[in-house]
């Protein structure tokens, strides 16, 4: 089944040390998301690809990078992760940056920082 | 600034009562998803209205966009225990037609 997929599913890092999380997609969409969902709190979109087109959010802070190799594989690197940084970190994508595009999420990767 | 926002943000509910949950956005809106989140899960989608004044329905829950397309109804006759979850509203972003801004959210829990 086409799918979007996330790698790990949970990741416990140290204050400061860099961390990967990755998303793949078989669904061949176009925009791949990255979210940033606290508890209890909606999703906060940290930035997004376009194809190849990154996008940063304005608020999104510069400890928070991404890289997208090809259509499939998307990558969310935290440089300096601190305690605040704690979250599920969700990826989706939809097939294209129209209007009324659904976003389909990955199951999430929920990140601790010790 | 742009803002949507849900009420209640919480509804404990005995199992076979009806719940509802509420969307208002601070704009106009194209068009209006929803996405049900199940505790430890992920947002799955559940249906998009597009037209003024649209109602669909799924099974129990019946979803309406109102008039104006700023305001937003998700409606559960006979709560079931699978019903449990966080139900978000997500509208189109006024500074891009496919980026959405979500509401704050409904926790729904249901009593057995």
């Known amino acids: 089944d086409a799918m979007v997929i996330q790698n790990p599913r949970y990741q416990v890092t140290q204050f400061g040390k860099p961390v990967t999380l990755s998303c793949s997609q078989t669904?061949?969409?176009?925009?791949m998301y990255w979210y940033q969902q606290k508890s209890s709190q909606a999703p906060k979109l940290l930035f997004h690809?376009?194809?190849?087109?990154?996008?940063n959010e304005a608020d999104t802070p510069d400890n928070f990078q991404s890289r997208r190799p090809n259509t499939s594989f998307c990558f969310l690197d935290i440089r300096s992760p601190g305690l605040g940084d704690a979250a599920m970190y969700l990826c989706?994508?939809?097939?294209?940056?129209?209007?009324?595009?659904?976003?389909?999420f990955g199951p999430g990767t929920r990140l601790l920082v010790l | 600034g742009q803002q949507v926002m849900q009420i209640p943000q919480y509804q404990h509910v005995q199992e076979g009562e009806d719940f509802t949950t509420y969307c208002n956005s601070s704009?106009?809106?194209?068009?209006i998803q929803w996405y049900k989140q199940r505790p430890g899960g992920h947002p799955v989608f559940l249906i998009q209205?597009?037209?003024?004044?649209e109602v669909k329905k799924q099974k129990r829950l019946t979803f309406q966009f109102g008039e104006a397309k700023k305001n937003s109804s998700l409606h559960i006759t006979a709560t079931q225990t699978t019903d449990v979850g966080t139900y978000f509203c997500?509208?189109?972003?006024?500074?891009?037609?496919?980026?959405?801004?979500f509401g704050s959210g409904t926790r729904l829990l249901v009593r057995p």
């Open positions: 690809y376009y194809d190849k087109d990154f996008n």
């Open positions: 997500a509208g189109d972003r006024t500074d891009s037609s496919y980026k959405l801004i």
């Open positions: 704009t106009t809106l194209s068009n």
């Open positions: 989706a994508t939809s097939r294209e940056g129209a209007a009324q595009e659904t976003q389909y």
């Open positions: 669904l061949n969409h176009n925009v």
């Open positions: 209205l597009v037209k003024s004044g």
